[in-house]
C-alpha cells in the first residue's frame, strides 16, 4: 500500500521557520493531488495548503503569504515551508495525499510555536 513518511515538525519560537516533508512511497504522481492539514487542540482539522498534480496551490486564508506549498511528482514528496511562525500555528500536521484510486493519510507531525 501507499506509505507517507512525514518529517520536520518541531519546537520552534514566534516568527521562526520549519520545513515540513512528506514522502510517499508506492504511488503514481499521475492525477494526483497532495495536501497538508493541521488540528490544533480542542479543534477541527483544517487545509493548510494543497497543490495539484498541475503544479496549483490553494491555501488557508491564516497561512497565506507565509506558507508554501510545493511538490517533486520525482519523488513522490510534498513539502510545506512555514515562515513567521504564530502560537496559533500550533498543531498537528497531516500530510493527505488523493489520487484515482484512494486517499491516504500520514501519521502527523507536531509543530509548536512558544517562547
Known amino acids: 500500500q501507499v506509505q507517507l513518511v512525514e518529517s520536520g515538525g518541531g519546537l520552534v519560537q514566534p516568527g521562526g521557520s520549519l520545513r515540513l516533508s512528506c514522502a510517499a512511497s508506492?504511488?503514481?504522481?499521475?492525477?494526483?493531488?497532495m495536501a497538508w492539514y493541521r488540528q490544533a487542540p480542542g479543534k477541527q482539522r483544517e487545509l493548510v495548503a494543497r497543490i495539484s498534480s498541475y503544479g496549483t496551490t490553494q491555501y488557508a486564508d491564516s497561512v497565506k503569504g507565509r506558507f508554501t506549498i510545493s511538490g517533486d511528482d520525482a519523488k513522490n514528496t510534498v513539502y510545506l515551508q512555514m515562515n513567521s511562525l504564530q502560537p496559533e500555528d500550533t498543531a498537528v500536521y497531516y500530510c493527505?495525499?488523493?489520487?484515482?484510486?484512494?486517499?491516504?493519510w500520514g501519521q502527523g507531525t507536531q509543530v509548536t510555536v512558544s517562547s
Open positions: 493527505y495525499v488523493l489520487n484515482i484510486v484512494g486517499a491516504y
Open positions: 508506492r504511488i503514481s504522481s499521475r492525477l494526483t493531488t
